[in-house]
């Protein structure tokens, strides 16, 4: 019913940048939050950064100042600029949308499938 597709992770060098970008498709209502979480081998997943509908921004605070998150609410898109990168953001990172549905009231989590963002030093 709805698909999170990413783009955009890769290897990188310390300091360097990279962009994510998330697309939502499917049989979308509404998109209340979006966001960005990741996971480091053997680590639990941890949020970097969320933005509500209305553009309130959240952010870890070990990326506070080096990623910007947007959002595009007509295109139902999300990126991640990040920027300085260190070789401790290496990790799987995922999008996360809460998403309304036509078919009902609820809304729900739903995730991309993960990109791998490498920062070697």
């Known amino acids: 019913q709805v698909q999170l597709a990413e783009s955009g992770g890769g290897l990188v060098q310390a300091g360097g940048s990279l962009r994510l970008s998330c697309a939502a498709s499917?049989?979308?209502?509404?998109?209340?939050?979006m966001g960005w979480y990741r996971q480091a081998p053997g680590e639990q997943r941890e949020l970097v950064a969320v933005?509500?509908?209305?553009?309130?921004?959240t952010y870890a605070e070990s990326v506070k100042g080096r990623f910007f998150i947007s959002r595009d609410n007509a295109k139902n898109m999300v990126a991640l600029q990040m920027n300085s990168l260190k070789p401790e953001d290496t990790a799987v990172y995922y999008c996360?949308?809460?998403?309304?549905?036509?078919?009902?009231?609820?809304?729900?989590?739903?995730w991309g499938q993960g990109t791998q963002v490498t920062v070697s030093s």
């Open positions: 996360n949308a809460n998403i309304r549905t036509v078919y009902t009231a609820q809304t729900y989590d739903y």
């Open positions: 499917g049989s979308i209502y509404k998109i209340n939050g």
């Open positions: 933005i509500s509908r209305g553009g309130t921004i």
